[in-house]
């Protein structure tokens, strides 16, 4: 019965977790902020991020609130899923044990909306709102790589690069 109560528990924090990823990692590229997609993030994160927001303001682009939320919610997710097992950790190992796993869970998130904007670039005509976010969040990262990147004959190999570069630290960080 613990397996599958803890199954439950690090399944909501990991999804709430990454809406928090996303809302940071759009605000930081400054995604379209009327899409269907932003305004579902903000609706799911707006409870707990427009009240710290009103304590501690955003740095220019970077989402100060929501990177805070979303290391506290990584700490709080693990906390919780140590007092199931009946485990206890020092504070420190804890939050850098935490830490650990939100970079893995970043990296995961940008591996994923990669994969998906790629399958999608197959049957989509360019038309579709999760295409554009899905855009918007991988340009940033997939323009530098394009610029020493020689063009290959019509097919992009940016994405391919980002992949394996990301999968390197996944499993560097592990």
Do not use: C
Not at 53 to 82: E, Q, S
Not at 108 to 119: E, K, Y
């Amino acid at each position: 019965m613990n397996n599958a109560f803890e199954f439950l528990i690090s399944t909501a924090f990991s999804l709430y977790t990454a809406a928090l990823i996303l809302r940071v990692w759009m605000q930081l590229v400054q995604a379209n902020y009327f899409s269907p997609v932003a305004e579902m993030i903000r609706k799911v994160t707006n409870p707990v991020v427009q009240p710290l927001r009103k304590v501690i303001p955003n740095a220019g682009k970077i989402d100060i609130a929501g990177i805070l939320l979303t290391v506290g919610f990584t700490v709080l997710h693990y906390f919780v899923i140590m007092q199931i097992r009946g485990v206890s950790a020092p504070a420190l190992d804890l939050v850098l044990f935490s830490l650990q796993q939100l970079l893995l869970q970043v990296l995961s998130l940008m591996f994923w909306i990669l994969i998906v904007r790629a399958i999608m670039s197959w049957f989509s005509n360019g038309s579709n709102p999760l295409e554009y976010v899905l855009m918007e969040l991988t340009e940033p990262m997939l323009r530098p790589i394009r610029r020493v990147l020689p063009p290959m004959g019509g097919l992009d190999l940016s994405v391919l690069i980002l992949i394996v570069a990301i999968q390197f630290f996944r499993i560097a960080l592990q």
